[in-house]
């Protein structure tokens, strides 16, 4: 038995791994990681089914963990593709931010996994750990400001502006 | 407990209303049936929402859910330690003195209501046709003869189911206190995909709601409290009747009759009379500042104190309110009467919920996407 085992922590969960690496999350500290494991909603979709319709009142973000999905938005004539979302990336925070309508159709490609954070939830773990809301209400910032950017930029913006 | 703004329009749909009212009622039935378990849990969920603060302040000062709760836990045997050593033993004494003196009171308590029908008598021809005396002494003594044992037969019984089963209270409010993310999460799990955001929201909305409610009704008791016993300690501490701690002990009693809309303060007030009627029963005079007081603290009530803690937004029609609490009386006693109001604003809330996501076409149509994918990819190999 090697005694420096001991004072390791046990391995991160698999999911926490993927949350920790999405950028609104990435300077948050294990023990932050943790509590907000216990407000993380695990939903699974499958091929063609709708996670949420464009113009649909917001309430959360969502994190994929295993999976593909596409974003689309409606057109003039046709549905327009703004961008597939991968496993690692997030999409919907500006829910994070008010209840405004969603800005885009997202539905499952394949047969997905994702975590969904609930605004109202995140709010009170921020309320309760302030740091901790800090660091999401930058993420969320930072995100936000690289997207505006690229539209500045005339690029379009990424798949997870819904 | 309503709901403003658009979810108002959910209710309007007749068979959700019915199955609201119906949801009320029914469950006054299963709760007074199962009453020694729906009392503490009734009970743990009040503590749990006044509690919950407390454990959020200590979290946002650095420390972490499981800590919070045990120094909250640490605080409350240690204050419950203090409790049981200072307090509870004159409070039982007290407590036993007063039932020594329940035949007394009793006894006074006639002579006063008989000296006063009397004097009504003297004055009026129709209370003395009717003999307004005579046949309230004999309705009181027939009373006691026959159901009045019955009755204190049914308290003794009252007490009996609920006093052992107040040690669930601290034990089902850890749990709750604990495992109520855990729990919630778990029961979100079974909502399909197509109303989980919506359904996410109202539980929301809900659990917001009977937050308030709860915390409201709990400032408003200790206002009445509060209000009430310095008046009656202002009003009885002269001419001896009430000391301090009888004053305020009296002026919980009628705060937490209040619980019963309309009918709840009028019996309060009542107790109040009666107790000044049985310690001083020359005083009339005392007895009508009593009504006073009681008629100010409404007042109060009606246009400071519930304004600023429960809130307008939780009140329902007057005539459902008597209607409901009524209903709730005949179907579960004093379960009903206490029950009525919270249950029906939670079924209200519920019933909400239910047509909020059940009546919106798009979520039913993803709903059953959902289930013919689950189809197809269930057949997928059958050829068909």
Not at chain 2, 31 to 50: D, E, N
Not at chain 2, 104 to 122: K, S, T
Not at chain 2, 146 to 156: L, M, P
Not at chain 2, 323 to 349: E, N, Q
Request: glycine share 10%; charged share 15%.
């Amino acid at each position: 038995m090697n005694l420096a085992n001991l004072f390791r922590p046990p391995p991160m969960d698999p999911m926490l791994k993927i949350v920790s690496e999405v950028a609104i999350f990435r300077d948050c500290n294990r023990a932050e990681l943790e509590a907000l494991k216990l407000h993380l909603h695990e939903r699974h979709f499958l091929a063609g089914e709708i996670v949420f319709d464009e113009g649909e009142e917001g309430e959360g973000m969502y994190v994929v963990i295993r999976g593909k999905l596409r974003a689309n938005r409606k057109g003039l004539l046709a549905k327009k593709l703004l961008g597939v979302i991968q496993p690692g990336e997030s999409f919907g925070e500006m829910a994070l931010l008010g209840a405004g309508p969603r800005m885009a159709t997202v539905v499952a490609e394949e047969d997905t996994t994702v975590l969904a954070m609930f605004r109202p939830e995140l709010m009170a773990l921020a309320n309760a750990r302030p740091r901790l809301g800090y660091k999401i209400a930058m993420g969320v910032a930072l995100v936000l400001e690289t997207r505006l950017r690229r539209v500045a930029e005339g690029q379009s913006p990424e798949p997870s502006s819904t | 407990m309503k709901a403003g703004g658009s979810s108002d329009r959910s209710l309007e749909h007749p068979i959700i209303w019915i199955a609201v009212i119906a949801g009320a009622l029914g469950s006054i039935l299963i709760l007074k049936a199962v009453a020694w378990l729906a009392f503490p849990l009734i009970l743990a969920i009040v503590l749990y929402y006044l509690v919950q603060p407390l454990l959020q302040s200590l979290q946002s000062a650095g420390v972490t859910p499981g800590q919070a709760l045990g120094i909250f836990l640490g605080a409350a045997i240690v204050m419950t330690l203090i409790f049981s050593v200072t307090i509870l033993p004159s409070m039982l004494s007290s407590l036993s003195e007063f039932q020594n003196q329940i035949p007394a009171y009793w006894d006074r308590l006639q002579i006063v209501i008989r000296d006063n029908l009397l004097a009504l008598e003297g004055r009026f021809s129709f209370a003395k046709n009717a003999k307004l005396a005579d046949g309230l002494e004999e309705q009181l003594n027939l009373f006691l003869a026959s159901s009045g044992k019955e009755y204190v037969a049914d308290v003794a019984l009252f007490l009996l189911h609920w006093l052992p089963s107040l040690l669930l209270v601290p034990f089902l409010t850890f749990f709750f206190l604990r495992d109520g993310t855990a729990f919630h999460r778990l029961v979100l799990r079974a909502v399909p995909n197509a109303f989980f955001e919506k359904t996410l929201l109202l539980f929301d909305r809900m659990d917001a709601q009977m937050r308030a409610y709860f915390r409201g009704m709990f400032g408003l008791t200790m206002l009445d409290t509060v209000s009430l016993g310095l008046g009656l300690w202002f009003l009885g501490h002269k001419p001896g009747i009430f000391g301090f701690w009888d004053a305020m002990f009296l002026g919980l009693i009628c705060a937490i009759f209040a619980w019963v809309p309309y009918i709840g303060s009028g019996l309060g007030g009542i107790l109040a009379v009666a107790t000044v009627a049985v310690k001083a029963p020359q005083s009339s005079g005392l007895m009508v500042a009593v009504v006073f007081l009681f008629l100010g603290v409404r007042l109060l009530d009606e246009f400071v104190y519930t304004p600023m803690t429960v809130g307008r937004a939780l009140r329902m029609h007057p005539l459902i309110t008597v209607m409901m609490i009524f209903s709730g009386g005949m179907l579960g006693g004093v379960y009903g009467l206490l029950l009525a109001m919270p249950l029906l604003g939670i079924f209200s809330v519920l019933g909400q919920m239910f047509a909020e996501v059940w009546f919106d076409p798009r979520l039913r149509a993803r709903y059953h996407a959902r289930g013919m994918l689950e189809k197809m990819l269930a057949s997928k190999d059958l050829g068909i």
